[in-house]
């Protein structure tokens, strides 16, 4: 990466969308009436799992407080990229949905003049999990927007309906493409640190994501689950392994989920014990003591939903393991051309190819997206892992 990609300069493979975000910054140097057709005030980032929707749509973010286009080095750069910036706001979902309530408190925010900066940014992570209300909420404020006020969106390419069609049709679309692996492993080199051989491995397995790919990289445990993930097709030889499998990747799943909010979890009461007065003495403190059961039923909700959501992401990513290698399996059942998804697991691959045929590598792969749409809808892990089991076992 040269050093004058500035603030854009972890946006990977997207040349075309960090032109477009580079014009639009030129467009609106003189402020909003200086604004053209290459700036406005709310944008749609959009893309495959792992192309850099939010990482494009912060270092644009900080791009536009710079009073150089996003040198990467000033404070407001740095700050932006940092997520402490005054006048912009970062919306990351942690449970399974934004609600109406946090998009009602995020729009009057955003009506607001800036404090430090030119603008005031609100910049939505997963804007496909808005509820319809705060959908609702967030329109009007699209429909009507504050003269220094931009709204950045994020959401996924797969699911483009997610996002309604009344906010898409206000936003100026940027799409995000796979990256390439050699312009990923580039990154894991010379901004990661690592070893050139662990980077083209881990650029070719994590199939354009690039976080995917960094987290592989750099963790044994990763790798590890990884490695488990891919061992399942193999291992469905009895009924006893169809349960057997589904409760080992159910508890995984859990396992980490707990692992990565352990931590969060108890520096958060421990802020919130402190924040109502815990440990001190005096009248006022002993009242904020009393008053705080319904804080603490409050956080308590929102760290069971964040743990759900980390449930499911860590479930989701192993069925696109397993729809990765079901792919890679119709492939070389059919001789494409195509390069595999796992290379590594090139003998694995023709070892199924020649055992199920294309035919039944298309059922089972219909079956994992079909586990993932069950996921989505809110059907219990345990059942819809099961089911998937018995489908990859059959086929």
């Known amino acids: 990466m040269a050093e004058s990609d500035g603030v854009f300069a972890d946006v990977i493979g997207q040349g075309a969308a960090v032109a477009a975000c580079r014009a639009a910054v030129s467009a609106s140097r003189g402020g909003p009436s200086g604004t053209s057709a290459a700036m406005t005030h709310a944008w749609l980032f959009t893309g495959p799992p792992g192309s850099g929707r939010s990482v494009a ?7 536009l407080q710079c009073d150089k286009g996003g040198c990467g080095v000033c404070t407001a750069c740095r700050t932006v990229l940092a997520g402490t910036h005054a006048d912009v ?3 990351v979902p942690e449970g399974l ?10 729009v009057q925010r955003a009506a ?13 992570e997963d804007a496909d999990r808005l509820t319809e209300g705060a ?7 699209i429909e009507e927007p504050p003269a220094h006020t931009v709204f950045l969106l994020c959401a996924p390419s797969t699911h483009p309906d997610d996002v309604s069609v009344t906010i898409r049709s206000r936003c100026r679309v940027l799409n995000l493409t796979t990256p390439a692996p050699e312009a990923i492993a580039e990154v894991l080199i010379s901004r990661d640190g690592i070893d050139p051989e662990t980077a083209h491995w881990a650029a070719s397995v994590c199939a354009g994501h690039v976080g995917r790919a960094r987290a592989l990289a750099r963790s044994e445990a990763g790798r590890d689950h990884r490695a488990r993930v891919l061992a399942v097709p193999g291992a469905l030889r009895t009924l006893t392994d169809v349960f057997a499998e589904a409760d080992e990747l159910l508890e995984v799943a859990k396992a980490e989920a707990v692992d990565q909010s352990a931590r969060r979890d108890e520096t958060e009461r421990e802020e919130l014990r402190v924040a109502l007065g815990g440990g ?7 009242a904020a003591t009393r008053g705080s059961a319904g804080a603490l039923k409050e956080l308590e909700r929102r760290q069971r939903s964040r743990a759900t ?6 479930l989701d990513r192993a069925l696109v393991d397993l729809s990765g290698f079901y792919r890679d399996v119709i492939v070389r059942a059919m001789r494409a051309p195509s390069a595999l998804l ?13 055992r199920i045929g294309a035919d039944g590598a298309l059922r089972r792969l219909d079956a994992v997206l079909a586990c993932r749409q069950a996921l989505e809808q809110n059907v219990k892990p345990q059942i819809a892992l099961e089911s998937l089991m018995m489908q990859l076992r059959a086929g």
């Not at 949905?97 to 995020?106: G, H, N, T």
């Not at 607001?112 to 939505?124: C, D, E, H, K, M």
């Open 89 to 91: 706001r970062a919306v």
């Open 97 to 106: 949905s934004i609600s109406v309530r946090e998009m009602r408190a995020v």
């Open 135 to 141: 959908a609702n909420a967030l329109l009007k404020s």
């Open 280 to 286: 001190g003495t005096g009248k006022g403190a002993a």
């Open 112 to 124: 607001s003049r800036p404090s430090t900066g030119r603008w005031q940014i609100v910049l939505i």
């Open 309 to 314: 959501r980390t449930e499911r992401d860590v």
């Open 57 to 63: 749509a912060r270092a644009f973010a900080a791009a």
């Open 342 to 354: 796992n290379p590594d697991l090139d003998r694995d691959v023709q070892t199924a190819a020649e």
